[in-house]
């Protein structure tokens, strides 16, 4: 089945230095990817996605380019602030074989803490 | 659009009792999801429903969980009798379309924060 997997968190950093969290993915179709945000007592928002091999996504100044033949999605941003701590999560999105439904899958999620 | 809207946002209640959650999507999102998230397993799928009817049922985790999907702007989430390891965030999620493409993103709710003593 369909899975994704990214690194373990949380991961600390000072503000303006770069941010590397890996995502590597397996599914059986031709998914979408996504990379979504959780903000401290809030729900899950989209922050980027890329829909097909060689996409790249952004939004905010993180980027995330879609690596079929590496099975990745990792999401970078060239200098963080205080404003992006929160929680990201990679997923993909796979038609498969689930009947012609969407299927989702999560990864784990990644804390990321950004100190002044 | 006021987004998905999710009550109560918090419930405390004790062991035994009855737990009623509350989703209404996206006007217009013929998808609905329930997840569950905790510390120790994350961001589970619990079911999912297109177009009123559920598809996949296989994440609840068992007979005390049940949803429904009277019409196409509420669900429910229902657990009896509830227990303390149910302690967990529970969101509802919402998508505009079904099948292909499979690029729709999902619309998250604020969430349900329910401790169970």
């Known amino acids: 089945g369909d899975s994704v997997t990214q690194m373990e968190g949380p991961v600390t950093l000072s503000e303006e230095a770069f941010l590397t969290i890996n995502c590597t993915y397996t599914?059986?179709?031709?998914?979408?990817l996504f990379w979504y945000v959780q903000y401290p007592g809030e729900g899950l928002q989209l922050l980027l996605k890329a829909t097909k091999a060689d996409d790249k996504g952004s939004n905010k100044g993180f980027e995330a380019t879609y690596r079929k033949e590496t099975t990745s999605f990792h999401l970078e941003k060239g200098s963080v602030q205080v404003s992006d701590s929160a929680v990201y999560f990679c997923?993909?999105?796979?038609?498969?074989?689930?009947?012609?439904?969407?299927?989702?899958?999560f990864g784990t999620g990644t804390k990321l803490q950004v100190i002044p | 659009d006021a987004g998905v809207i999710q009550s109560p946002r918090h419930e405390v209640t004790e062991m035994g009792q009855e737990v009623t959650l509350r989703c209404k999507p996206i006007?217009?999102?013929?998808?609905l999801f329930w997840y569950r998230q905790t510390m120790m397993r994350g961001l589970e799928l619990l079911i999912y429903?297109?177009?009123?009817?559920?598809?996949?049922d296989s994440g609840m985790p068992e007979d005390r969980f049940s949803a429904k999907m009277p019409n196409a702007s509420f669900s429910t989430l229902k657990i009896q009798p509830s227990e303390p390891r149910d302690s967990a965030v529970y969101f509802c999620?919402?998508?505009?379309?079904?099948?292909?493409?499979?690029?729709?993103?999902?619309?998250f709710g604020p969430g349900t924060r329910l401790t169970v003593t």
């Open positions: 999620a919402s998508t505009p379309g079904q099948g292909a493409p499979s690029s729709y993103e999902q619309y």
């Open positions: 429903f297109n177009n009123n009817v559920p598809i996949d």
């Open positions: 599914a059986t179709g031709y998914p979408s």
């Open positions: 006007s217009g999102h013929n998808s």
């Open positions: 997923a993909l999105s796979d038609l498969g074989n689930s009947g012609g439904y969407q299927k989702v899958t």
